[in-house]
């Protein structure tokens, strides 16, 4: 008996040792709550609430000293719209056919924080979640809570915690872009605005860990201690390597069950990360899969489990710091 508690101490000092400590599930857990409030109706991309958004994600940048690029931490855009490119689409019905009409102009605003690299920082890795939602009709506003305020607290905490760690003395090399996209929802339109319009070049781009609806539990597990992993060894299994050895300090179970192009959910065609794929940028997909509340005005705060999330914030991290400290940028399968 004694020498099991022993072994579970042991283990419990080892596993929070290897964690950052400035990845807080507090601090998730009230980013997740703000963002999925009435406040912010819904963020529909080019509406009041997504404004309100950027703006709220911007300060946390500022106020967590998370720097912008260039003159602005706002990228803009305004592009046509378009259907989407995915098929099991039930519950979007109202927004393929507003998407259809002619001349709908999609107008939005992706949201960067930078923290630069030293030796390499001409090379980047890309942490993306969107942060748009469905937004608000007949009178019931969808706060998005799971899809996508999960991973976009996720994002700002990772975000916070690398600005903390460089400050602190630790060792980054290589650049890291904190994305946090708008209309994914309308068809990946932010992050494909973002691809067509890269801040650093594509060519310097040399992973995007995207997340999106991480804080729920799906029906296939009975425990929530598990992630869906998708894409991770599709264009570089180095990074599906990286991934898999982090979460041993983690603990997660990783879950590939989606990992599969051929899977006909079409997991990995419907995230930011494949517009990021599409330019054969490698990419890992973090999610945990749909439930009842899926796209519905349910989808709210008190259903997620931030414990989860914090997690999942920790392995991005520990990713992050591989990934940008590795000798060689990360190798392709086809290299
Ligand atoms: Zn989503």
Known sequence: MKKTILIILLFISISSFSQNKNIKESSICSNIEKLSSDDFLGRESGKEGEKKAAEYIKNFF???EVPKIGHSYFQEFIVKG????????KNKKPFIQRAKQKNNKIKGKNVIGFIEGTEKKEEVIVVSAHYDHLGFREE???NGADDNATGTAAVLEVSKALSKYVKEGGKLKRSVLFILMSAEEKGLIGSKHYTDNPIIPLKKT???LNIDMIGRKDKRHEKNNYIYIIGSDFISKELHEINEKNNKKVGLELDYRYNNIRDPNRFYFRSDHYNFAKNDIPCIFYFSGVHEDYHQPTD?????D????QKISQLVFLNIITIANKERRLRKNKD
């Open 140 to 142: 019931k506003i969808y």
């Open 206 to 208: 040399i992973a995007n």
């Open 82 to 89: 378009k259907r989407y490119n995915y098929r099991n689409e």
């Open 306 to 309: 931030c414990k989860k999330v």
């Open 300 to 304: 709210t705060f008190e259903k997620i």
């Open 62 to 64: 500022i106020t967590n």
